[in-house]
């Protein structure tokens, strides 16, 4: 009896798994930025994927392939918003808490500080039953302005201009905090004028410092 020889291995290779198209990703900043105009415009509720694609003239298909839904466009397009540069070598350095403070108010920084203002608002009614969504909004809208006064307060303790005791955590929430109750509370806007009188009338006497006299 003769046993049959065994059987060659097959060399024939498995046939290529086909990827699917990539998706491109290039033009979603600017999806992002025509969501967070929208958003700013008629809140979450009037908002649609619909209007946010007409914005950036695009296909609604194109979006809903890349966010399923409007909360998911909402949370990346909040997060886009995150563009406060903290970089201490970009930031003012006068010598003086005051002077760093009022250096940090120019016209583009008062536009953008109220479209986020608008941005939140019109998130209000969805942040309380959105966890993640609040922690995207606090960290794009509060964090960012938050951060940048806490540096301010640090170099002014370094320096000997305020006691090294200050509550910086406290205090590098008072303008975020009163901005935003000007805008969402009040409805009003928030100028120049106002953001001195919160520095010389606010933050200054809290660290005993007085604001220059009225020339």
Same mark, same amino acid.
């Given at each position: 009896m003769t046993l049959a020889e065994p059987e060659a291995p097959s060399h024939t290779s498995a046939e290529p798994t086909k990827l699917g198209r990539k998706r491109d990703h290039t033009r979603d900043p600017e999806i992002l930025q025509c969501a967070v105009d929208v958003l700013a415009e008629e809140g979450y509720d009037g908002m649609t994927i619909e209007m946010v694609a007409a914005r950036a003239k695009?296909?609604?298909?194109?979006?809903?392939? #890349?966010?399923?839904?409007?909360?998911?466009?909402?949370?990346?397009?909040?997060?886009? @918003?995150?563009?406060? $540069?903290? $970089?201490? #070598?970009?930031?003012?350095?006068?010598?003086t808490l005051r002077g760093d403070l009022v250096a940090m108010i120019k016209p583009h920084s008062i536009e953008d500080g109220e479209k986020k203002l608008k941005v939140m608002t019109g998130l209000a009614s969805l942040l309380a039953r959105s966890p993640e969504l609040a922690d995207a909004v606090n960290a794009a809208i509060v964090d960012p302005r938050a951060k940048v006064n806490r540096l301010f307060f640090e170099r002014a303790i370094a320096r000997g201009e305020?006691?090294?005791?200050? $509550?910086?955590?406290?205090?590098? @929430?008072? &303008?975020? &905090?009163?901005?935003?109750? #000007?805008?969402?509370?009040?409805?009003? &806007?928030? $100028?120049?004028p106002f953001l001195i009188s919160l520095i010389d009338g606010v933050i200054l006497p809290a660290v005993g410092l007085r604001a220059p006299a009225a020339v």
């Open positions: 695009a296909g609604k298909a194109t979006l809903y392939r #890349r966010w399923a839904s409007k909360s998911e466009l909402v949370i990346d397009a909040v997060a886009c @918003m995150k563009k406060g $540069d903290t $970089d201490p #070598r970009k930031l003012p350095d006068t010598g305020i006691p090294a005791d200050c $509550d910086v955590d406290t205090l590098s @929430m008072v &303008s975020p &905090s009163m901005t935003a109750y #000007r805008t969402l509370i009040l409805k009003k &806007s928030v $100028d120049r």
